[in-house]
T-cell receptor
Framework: EPEVTQTPSHQVTQMGQEVILRCVPISNHLYFYWYRQILGQKVEFLVSFYNNEISEKSEIFDDQFSVERPDGSNFTLKIRSTKLEDSAMYFC??????????FGQGTRLTVV | KNQVEQSPQSLIILEGKNCTLQCNYTVSPFSNLRWYKQDTGRGPVSLTIMTFSENTKSNGRYTATLDADTKQSSLHITASQLSDSASYICVVSGGGSQGNLIFGKGTKLSVKP
């Protein structure tokens, strides 16, 4: 069964460093998303991406965040200068249509 | 303000027993309501998705109900198994794009032998 794959599963980085979280969406999906979940809190929407551009983003997705689909398979989330409060699980999701999304297993980002 | 509230916050039941989880929402406009299962440290996995016109939907031992008038939904788990231990998240779509998904905090279910 096809699935969304995220790497790495766990990333530890120092405050102020740049991190890139990687995702391989399901191959025939057209819509791509990033969500995050701070420990003990609910899942929050970050950004959606369709047709090679951002279609929607939340207030959380400020200038420190960017997304890219550098080739036909990968979808990345970059945080330019990490802060302690960026520590969270980051989930990538993809969808064939803009309805039900399939989530990856997540990347746990720890900023120290 | 668009919100999704779930109850109880946590629940412990014995293996083989049934349980019902509740979800109340104040999301408008409304497109669909989804229930996800999230194992600890993993991504959410979809259980059911219901549109405005659907009252109930089943997926194996999981049965979700929706009352769009009262803006309430429930997830009933029948004959629980140890593997049902997880967080169950109610998610409401406000229509338009996937970015309008409003997540509840989830109900943490523990099934004990």
């Amino acid at each position: 069964e096809p699935e969304v794959t995220q790497t790495p599963s766990h990333q530890v980085t120092q405050m102020g460093q740049e991190v890139i979280l990687r995702c391989v969406p399901i191959s025939n999906h057209l819509y791509f998303y990033w969500y995050r979940q701070i420990l003990g809190q609910k899942v929050e929407f970050l950004v959606s991406f369709y047709n090679n551009e951002i279609s929607e983003k939340s207030e959380i997705f400020d200038d420190q965040f960017s997304v890219e689909r550098p080739d036909g398979s990968n979808f990345t989330l970059k945080i330019r200068s990490t802060k302690l409060e960026d520590s969270a699980m980051y989930f990538c999701a993809s969808a064939r249509r803009d309805t039900e999304a399939f989530f990856g297993q997540g990347t746990r980002l720890t900023v120290v | 303000k668009n919100q999704v509230e779930q109850s109880p916050q946590s629940l412990i039941i014995l293996e083989g027993k049934n349980c019902t989880l509740q979800c109340n929402y104040t999301v408008s406009p409304f497109s669909n309501l989804r229930w996800y299962k999230q194992d600890t440290g993993r991504g959410p996995v979809s259980l059911t998705i219901m549109t405005f016109s659907e009252n109930t939907k089943s997926n194996g031992r999981y049965t979700a109900t929706l009352d769009a008038d009262t803006k309430q939904s429930s997830l009933h788990i029948t004959a629980s198994q140890l593997s049902d231990s997880a967080s169950y998240i109610c998610v409401v779509s406000g229509g338009g794009s996937q970015g309008n998904l409003i997540f509840g905090k989830g109900t943490k279910l523990s099934v004990k032998p």
